[in-house]
């Protein structure tokens, strides 16, 4: 197998790894929010359950979820997940968000309490403080920590193929069964390493452009 006839299934694993990469984002970022706020609510019926929520999606792997939640229904219901692509976005979707909720938890309750109090006294709403004051600090201080969290992600797209989703690292593995060769691993191992250095730039330049908020 030459180069060129490599490179194809590998790019077409990389698409789909990058579609589970941006899926997860773009569910799981809205869906940790309300689990946030749902996590600091005083009414327990609420914050209770969404505590084990959490403590479930963060203390068990995520190998073992995307098995669970592939597998669960066809022993519940006898028919099995239809699409193992869906399974694997479910999945990483609910581990993240249970992650991003402690960062987002984290960011908001980081901020004084004078804060609040200072722009109550200056005549600001509860939304123009946090859409002003609030959510561009917290904004500013979320991003180390959710930077992590991408890099993180993108490495573990690689897990979707515990269900048969062929992503990056499936190919790679297929193509290196069948030639006996480790360059698909190299090549792959390179494509991630370039995926996490464009997200860490990302953050970078995002935390330079939010340095006013100290």
């Given at each position: 197998?030459?180069?060129?006839?490599?490179?194809?299934?590998?790019?077409?694993?990389?698409?789909?790894?990058?579609?589970?990469?941006?899926?997860?984002?773009?569910?799981?970022?809205?869906?940790?929010?309300?689990?946030?706020?749902?996590?600091?609510?005083?009414?327990?019926?609420?914050?209770?359950?969404?505590?084990?929520?959490?403590?479930?999606?963060?203390?068990?792997?995520?190998?073992?979820?995307?098995?669970?939640?592939?597998?669960?229904?066809?022993?519940?219901?006898?028919?099995?997940?239809?699409?193992?692509?869906?399974?694997?976005?479910?999945?990483?979707?609910?581990n993240y968000a249970a992650y991003f909720a402690e960062i987002y938890r984290g960011g908001i309750e980081s901020i004084d309490q004078g804060q609040y109090e200072a722009a109550k006294v200056l005549g600001y709403s509860k939304a123009q403080t946090y859409l002003r004051i609030i959510i561009p600090q917290v904004v500013k201080r979320i991003l180390p920590p959710m930077g992590n969290e991408f890099m993180t992600l993108v490495k573990d797209t690689a897990l979707a193929q515990t269900i048969g989703v062929v992503e990056l690292y499936r190919n790679a593995t297929n193509i290196t069964s069948r030639t006996s060769s480790?360059?698909?691993?190299?090549?792959?191992?390179?494509?991630?390493?370039?995926?996490?250095?464009?997200?860490?730039?990302?953050?970078?330049?995002?935390?330079?452009?939010?340095?006013?908020?100290?």
């Open positions: 197998m030459d180069f060129s006839q490599m490179m194809r299934p590998m790019l077409q694993g990389t698409w789909i790894s990058l579609e589970i990469f941006f899926l997860t984002i773009l569910l799981a970022m809205p869906l940790g929010l309300f689990v946030a706020f749902g996590r600091m609510s005083k009414i327990k019926i609420i914050s209770v359950p969404i505590r084990f929520y959490q403590l479930l999606m963060r203390g068990t792997p995520l190998i073992l979820q995307l098995m669970f939640v592939f597998f669960v229904p066809y022993y519940i219901f006898g028919t099995p997940f239809k699409s193992r692509f869906t399974a694997a976005i479910v999945a990483f979707v609910l480790i360059a698909p691993l190299i090549v792959a191992g390179i494509i991630y390493f370039v995926l996490n250095f464009v997200v860490e730039k990302f953050f970078l330049r995002a935390e330079k452009k939010l340095d006013y908020y100290q």
